[in-house]
C-alpha cells in the first residue's frame, strides 16, 4: 500500500528539548515536504526537498532543520523547540511536483506537537 | 507572492442539499493546478478534486464538483447531495512556482453537515 508514514503522531515536548519527527515514504519519490498547519492560516511548507541530499527552505524555516539521507526518509529536526512551533504538521510527497493525475501529492496522517 | 483566500471560515449545509465553498486564488503562472483537499476530524489530508488551469472544461469526482473561472481566478468546490460525512474542513490549493513541489493553501472552511 502506498503510504507515507509519520512518527510520533502525538508528542508533547518543553522548550528547548531536541526532537525529531521522521517521515518516511514507500513509493520512491523525489520530491517531499513538511507543512505546519495553524488555525487560520491553513497549510504552509516549511522545507522541501527534491532528491536525495537536495532541500531547500520553503515558507516558514525559521527554528526547523530537515536532512535528506535516504530517498524515501525525510525528518524534521528541532533543535530548540519553542511554543511557536506548537502546531500540526504534515510530511507530503509526490514523483514530481504533484500537478499531473499520476502525480499526486501523498500527505502523512500528521503529526500534532506541544510545545510547553 | 502566489495567495489563496477563502473567505468562508464556516459553512453548514442540510443533509441532501447542495453546498458551495468558494475560493479566489491569485499566481503569476500560465500553468498550473488547483486542488481541494478534505480533512476530516482525524487530520488525513485528503485530495477531493483537481483542476488544470488549461482545461476549460470543469473537473467533477461523483458529487463534487468545481466551478473554475480563470479571468476572475475563482475556484469554488460544490459539493451535491450533501452526506453526513462530507463534514469536514475543506482548503482549497494551488501549486507554487519552482521546483518546490509546494502547494500554497487557503485558510480553510470548515462544512457542517445538519441531519
Known amino acids: 500500500e502506498a503510504q507515507v508514514t509519520q512518527n510520533p503522531r502525538y508528542l508533547i515536548t518543553v522548550t528547548g528539548k531536541k526532537l525529531t519527527v521522521t517521515c518516511s515514504q514507500n513509493?520512491?519519490?523525489?520530491?517531499m515536504s513538511w507543512y505546519r498547519q495553524d488555525p487560520g492560516l491553513g497549510l504552509r511548507q516549511i522545507y522541501y526537498s527534491m532528491n536525495v541530499e537536495v532541500t531547500d527552505k520553503g515558507d516558514v524555516p525559521e527554528g526547523y532543520k530537515v536532512s535528506r539521507k535516504e530517498k524515501r526518509n525525510f525528518p524534521l529536526i528541532l533543535e530548540s523547540p519553542s511554543p511557536n512551533q506548537t502546531s500540526l504538521y504534515f510530511c507530503a510527497s509526490s514523483q514530481d511536483r504533484g500537478r499531473g493525475t499520476e502525480e499526486t501529492q501523498y500527505f502523512g496522517p500528521g503529526t500534532r506537537l506541544l510545545v510547553l | 507572492a502566489q495567495t489563496v483566500t477563502q473567505s468562508q471560515p464556516e459553512m453548514s449545509v442540510q443533509e441532501a442539499e447542495t453546498v458551495t465553498l468558494s475560493c479566489t486564488y491569485d499566481?503569476?503562472?500560465?500553468?498550473?493546478?488547483l486542488f481541494w483537499y478534505k480533512q476530516p476530524p482525524s487530520r488525513q489530508m485528503i485530495l477531493v478534486i483537481r483542476q488544470e488551469a488549461y482545461k476549460q472544461q470543469n473537473a467533477t469526482e461523483n458529487r463534487f464538483s468545481v466551478n473554475f473561472q480563470k479571468a476572475a481566478k475563482s475556484f469554488s468546490l460544490k459539493i451535491s447531495d450533501s452526506q453526513l460525512g462530507d463534514a469536514a474542513m475543506y482548503f482549497c490549493a494551488s501549486d507554487g512556482s519552482g521546483n518546490t513541489g509546494k502547494l500554497i493553501f487557503g485558510q480553510g472552511t470548515t462544512l457542517q453537515v445538519k441531519p
Open positions: 499566481t503569476s503562472e500560465s500553468d498550473y493546478y
Open positions: 513509493m520512491n519519490h523525489e520530491y
